[in-house]
C-alpha cells in the first residue's frame, strides 16, 4: 500500500465500491483534495450539500453547496430529503439523498465529502460505502492550515478545533486512513480505492 495510507480494509478486487465517504477534520484539506482528482476525473460525481452556512468569497450556491435558510433546512429534514445531516461548529449541513441515489442506480462513483457524524450516518443507513478518514500530517499542521486558509474568525476556529479533536480520535471507525501530506498522493490513492483508476 502506499506511503500515505494506514488501517486498511481490503476490498475484493471484483466488487467496486459505489459509494465513498471522505471525510477529516476542518483545514485537511478535503476539498483540495477532491478538487485536485476531479480536474483529472470528472467523472466522480461529488454530492453537493445543502448547508446554513453563509458563502464564503467566490462560492457558488449550487456549486460549492446549496445555500440554504434555517426554515429551507428544517424542510428538507422535515420531508425526509437528506440522506444525513449534522450541525457542525454552528451550522447545518445534510446530503441531498434524491441525487445520490440516482447517480448511484446509473453506476457512477460517487463521493460525499462530510463530517464525521454525517459519515457514521451513512455507515448506518449504507452498509456498502467505504469510509476514508483524510488525517492531518501533524495538529501543528492542521492548525495552521486551518488559520492559513483565512475563511473563519477566531472563534469559529475554535469550534472547529475542538470537533477535529473528536473526529481524531475516530480515526479507527474508518475503512482507510490517507495522511494528507501530498495534494497529488492522496488523489491519486483516492482514484484506486474508489476504483476509478
Ligand atoms: N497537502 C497539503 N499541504 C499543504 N496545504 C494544504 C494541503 N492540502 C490542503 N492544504 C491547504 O489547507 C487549507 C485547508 O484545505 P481545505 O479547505 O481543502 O480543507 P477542508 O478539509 O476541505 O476543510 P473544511 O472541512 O473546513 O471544508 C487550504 O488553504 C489548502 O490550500
Ligand atoms: N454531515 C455533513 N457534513 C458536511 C456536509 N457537507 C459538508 N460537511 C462537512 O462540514 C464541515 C464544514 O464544512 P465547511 O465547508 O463549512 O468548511 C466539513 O467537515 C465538511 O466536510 C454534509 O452534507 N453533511
Redesign the pocket.
Known sequence: MAATSRGTTPVPPDVRPRLTVLS??????????V?HMRKEHPEVWLSVSATTRKPRPGEKHGVHYFFVSDEEMDKLIANSELLEWAEFAGNRYGTPRGAVLERLEAGEPVLL?I?LQGARLVRESMSEAQLVF?APPSWD?LVR??T??GTEAPEVIER?LAAAKIELAAEAEFDTTLV????ED?ARELLALMKVV
Open positions: 477529516g477534520p476542518s483545514g485537511v484539506g478535503k476539498s483540495t483534495v478538487a465529502e463530517d483524510l499542521e492550515r486551518l492559513g486558509r472547529r494528507n501530506t501530498s495534494v492522496v
